[in-house]
């Protein structure tokens, strides 16, 4: 072996001379990092001392805090708040106290550091990111739309509102609330149940998920807290896990499964207008959302949509109930706080524009659109409208109702960029004139209001006023109109004397499944107790049951509405005679009923005020109380434009309509009778005089023995 080469011990010295250098500086180290036993103990009591002084505090503390308050939920967010201020408080007399060991002090205090107190427009400042679909990428910055930040901020954890209802035009951030919201809950707070509902379970896979996805994805907080395997049975269609078994529930509002079982603190409701207002025969959606929450004493839930519905708008009845806030913005030039509003030619204020003179063929185009000050009558320019958002705020209508906070906001407020502009909202207008489909739209997406139609109504309270007790009316003889609905029957039985002069006799409601036999067996018994001469039957619903009972009963006809205002309420005697004889052989026959004509027949009759000739009487009953004239005059006739025509068309004003439709029935039972009841003598005995009908004998309707 060469001399030059290191012998086996040298190497063996070297490798022990290491060892030993590595050894001591792990002694010296551990040294350094070490401290003796009694500086720990001085600290920690010291330490100690200080949260026994701030646990005697505490209890008188609370005390101040929640006094005179008697609110379950307010006085969980003050208490909240009392006991962040005591560990702020401790953490800064830690820094003041002098310890042995000022480590201990540190340590002490990061672990004792309560969870930040932020708000969700906070979290989304802080972690929100776009990438895609919007005009500005990038971070999300509130303050670019600053009307939404006290909306979010009523959904944070320590917010006392437990409702928040958001009805608006299309395009000004009310979705946005929703998906920073989700944001807040999973990566801030990440232990809370949170379940999405949109209107149907499609538009969920086509538009909910894909969203959702699109967030956690362009969000890197959001996006290593979920697993992105479509496999994986945490990420499905309609159930989102993450954190410590949390779970985002996604339900359509047409399916009563979805929105089943699960109890869960926090909703939101996306487009709660699309809602039916009956969901597989469960009752109203919004019921059964309101179930999943009884058991959480600090529940939230956030409604939010575009009106679309015509009177019965549900996201208005939501705003009716909070406490109705608007967004005030202040004039640039006298400084006076305003709401925005559409305005027009016809108003003293609101938008203002300038139209081009027509040049040959070509129309006038909008030249140029100012806001109109209602203070101090000086036009504003579009250009403002970020200075004013900057500084406007919100002002409730009914300041008293704090637990159901509601806004409103239209177009006109898109920010300068992001949304709509001014002349594009007028150039809207003029289109649709002319158009009331058209104009519908634009009240409803660019204004955020429900569309009321002008139209022919009656007045409930007016026909209330004409309850009476009869006494011994002279009736000829008696009809019934029945409407059939999935979960029960409702019948009305009138009776007919001279003149078509008409007497309600009862409105009842006979409850059960309209698919099995015993609901039926109860009609024929009402029925043949009350002695009507003819029933008319609605087979618009459970058709296969009402053909079936119809075909044993002559005096029972099924009949099917047809829209159409041309359309008589029954057929002319000869076009009948004729449709007869050509189904003749397929059973039972349906009669068609122009319902159009039927309700504005019903409409005309409620207008005669006189006893007489056409008079409808309502009894003095329970039956007949404010639900039943609701559902009577639950409809109007409007005008409505089709390009250029007029057309009459018969619109709802409420969902249950009932009342209407079994009267039209039951008028419409009475002309299939052909009684012509004009020369219908009032008896002067108990004895009713003959009837006299308008058809031969030999092709009158059967009546019931």
Known sequence: ??????????????????????????????????????????????????????????????????????????????????????????????DNTNTPLPEFNEYFKRGAKPRDLITVSQWADRNRWLESGTNLPGRWNTATTPYLREIMDDLSEHSPVRSVTFIKSSGVGGTEVMYNWVGYIMHHLQNKDLLCVVPTLELRERSLNPRLSKMMEETPVLKELVNKSTRNKANRGDLLEYGARARIIK????????????????????????????????????????????????????FVSTPTKDEASRIDILYKRSDMRRYHVPCPHCGEFQTLKFGGKDFAYGLKWKMSLPVDDEPAQVESVQYLCEHCGVYIDEGHKTEMLAKGRWIAERPSIKLHHGYHLNALYSPVGLGIGWRAIVE??????????????????????VFKEQGDQQDPTALIMRLEVYDNPSIAFKTAGVDVQKDRLEVTIDGWGKDEENWTLNHLVIPGDTAAQDVWDELDEVLREAGVRLAAIDSGYNTSMV?????????????????????????????????????????????????????????????ITTPGPGYIHYPQEPDFDDEYFAQLTAEKLVTK??????????????????AIDCKVYSFAAMRLCAVDLSKYVIPTSGQAAPLVSSRKPRRRMIARK
């Not at 792990?26 to 026994?52: H, K, N």
């Not at 929640?66 to 005591?86: G, K």
């Not at 207002?277 to 956030?302: C, H």
């Open 251 to 302: 339900a359509g509002a047409n399916s009563p499964d979805s929105l089943r079982s699960d109890h869960l603190p926090y909703v939101e409701a996306d487009e709660v207008d699309a809602f039916p207002w009956d969901v597989g025969g469960e009752g109203d959606p919004m019921t059964l959302i309101e179930n999943r929450q009884r058991t959480f004493s600090r529940a939230k839930s956030y």
């Open 1 to 94: 072996m060469s001399a030059a080469l290191t012998s086996m011990p040298d190497l063996k010295t070297q490798e022990a001379k290491l060892n030993a250098t590595i050894a001591l500086k792990q002694y010296q180290q551990a040294q350094d990092e070490s401290c003796l036993s009694g500086e720990v103990v001085m600290s920690a009591m010291r330490v100690r001392s200080l949260m026994l002084s701030i646990t005697n505090k505490m209890q008188s503390a609370l005390m101040d805090a929640i006094e005179n308050t008697h609110d379950e939920t307010r006085t969980h967010y003050l208490m909240t708040d009392c006991l962040l201020d005591l560990m702020h408080s401790l953490s800064t007399q830690i």
């Open 547 to 607: 053909y079936a009972f119809c075909e044993k009963r002559k005096w029972c006809v099924a009949i099917k509405g047809v829209e159409g205002a041309g359309r008589p309420l029954i057929e002319d005697e000869k076009k009948r005679r004729a449709r007869l004889r050509a189904k003749r052989k397929r059973g039972v026959h349906v009669e068609p009923l122009g319902v159009d004509q039927g309700k504005a027949l019903v409409y005309s009759r409620l207008k």
């Open 428 to 449: 809207k207008w003029l289109q649709c004139q002319g158009d009331s489909s058209e104009l519908k739209a634009f009240i409803n997406t660019y204004l955020g209001e």
């Open 641 to 658: 434009m089709r390009g250029q025509r007029p057309i009459l068309e018969w619109v709802k004003t409420r969902p249950r309509n009932e």
